[in-house]
């Protein structure tokens, strides 16, 4: 067996120590081995104020009340398993609706480009996926109370 000198053993010390650097930067900067999404949802409505709360099974957002053309917008990992669900549920006026804005279960992921915008507007929500929102389309309809 040979001996291990200190020659032979810096370019080992500094293979390791770019592994560790990597991993740590990646886990700091993004998500690592998963993706990363951005979902928005702004409120398109005339007076009163939306009142919204948002969350997944790990991370509550909180209830909102938010203005006229508010973006309330977040980020976040999906997980390691593929089950990430981020839920919102809306109140305005005398409606509310509550639905799911990510659901990496969706085999038809509609977030492209990891971005998902969520309107709501007098006569329902509606929903674009993409890096700019356009093209929006009506997804539900406001439940009247």
Known sequence: MSNITMKNLVPLLVVFANIYLMMFVNMTS?????DEYEVHVTNRLPSPQLRLHCA???????YHNIDRDYDFNWRFCENWTGNTLFF????WNNS????????????DNPCLRGKCY?????????????Q?????????????S
Do not use: M
């Not at 969520?118 to 993409?130: K, L, N, P, Q, V």
């Open 118 to 130: 969520w309107e709501a507007r007098t006569d329902g929500i509606y929903f674009s996926g993409g």
């Open 56 to 62: 997944s099974k790990n991370d509550d957002l909180g």
């Open 132 to 144: 700019t929102p356009s093209d929006f389309q009506k997804k539900y309809d406001w439940n009247k």
């Open 88 to 91: 919102c549920h809306l109140w």
């Open 96 to 107: 509310d609706i509550a639905f799911d804005v990510f659901k990496s279960q969706d085999h």
């Open 30 to 34: 993004g998500c690592g081995v998963t």
